[in-house]
């Protein structure tokens, strides 16, 4: 792989993605680190290790049954590594600023989705008043429409209506369904998306699972005046902050 930045996104790229809602990142991650991240998963899903999302009926805690991982930031090294990448940071600076802050309290799993995995149902991570949260989606094995790849809804991140952000539901009834666009990805591709946008998974009808993980990012608040959030790792750039002084003059700190 070159060590050579990848271009920032383009005032076109930066459009469709405003409109639109999501954007697939040119480039894959490097073969090694994904080989070190399905070795920590393979590692992590053999010894069931808490905490853990259980498939829907499953009461053996068999690793088979293990739906998704949940905290992969505190389990492993290369989780980070992947979550910082310069791939996935290069496009997020063009997307929303020099300033990347990942959290560890929004998404932070994997979806493994063994075969003949449930559907993930309709939802909306967030609200659209909501300060921009981007969704990364970091393929471990390929997404296909055999496996239940992502279905987003372009565009839904703009509705000027209000509308429930887990509707429930029948999911082949949802009025979300045909206003929907499946998202194939191959072993390594990135998706990134407005956690606002509607989307959902459908069944697994493969033999096999289909590995995805899952982080959040948000520009940094230049306003926030406490800059040692636990929560938000700086991932790109700096905390700056660009609000009244403080404490005020005259104020005691």
């Known amino acids: 792989m070159s060590d050579s930045p990848l271009p920032e996104p383009t005032e076109e790229d930066l459009w469709y993605f405003q409109h639109n809602g999501f954007h697939r990142v040119r480039q894959a991650l490097p073969e090694e680190l994904l080989v ?15 905490p853990v999302v259980w498939e829907t009926g499953s009461t053996d805690r068999r690793p088979e049954d293990v739906h998704r991982l949940s905290k992969i930031l505190s389990r492993d090294e290369a989780y980070l590594q992947a979550a910082s990448h310069p791939i996935i ?39 659209t008043w909501d300060p921009c949260l981007l969704t990364a989606l970091i393929y471990l094995e390929e997404s296909t429409l055999e496996n239940g790849c992502i279905r987003l809804v372009p565009g839904s991140h703009r509705r000027p209506f209000r509308h429930p952000r887990r509707p429930g539901g029948e999911w082949t009834a949802s009025e979300w369904l045909p206003r929907s666009l499946p998202v194939p990805m191959p072993r390594g591709g990135i998706l990134l998306f407005n956690d606002a946008c509607f989307h959902a998974s459908d069944v697994n009808r493969s033999d096999g699972s289909r590995r995805s993980m899952t982080f959040g990012y948000r520009a940094h608040d230049t306003h926030d005046v406490d800059k040692d959030d636990p929560v938000k790792i700086l991932v790109r750039g700096e905390r700056v902050y660009t609000g009244h002084p403080h404490p005020f003059p005259g104020e005691q700190a």
């Open 89 to 127: 940071l290069d496009t997020l600076t063009g997307l929303i600023g020099p300033n990347v802050e990942l959290l560890t309290n929004k998404h932070n799993h994997i979806m493994v989705r063994p075969a003949g995995s449930e559907p993930v149902y309709w939802h909306a991570g967030e609200e």
């Open 36 to 50: 070190r991240l399905n070795v920590a998963t393979n590692r992590a899903i053999a010894d069931c290790v808490e």
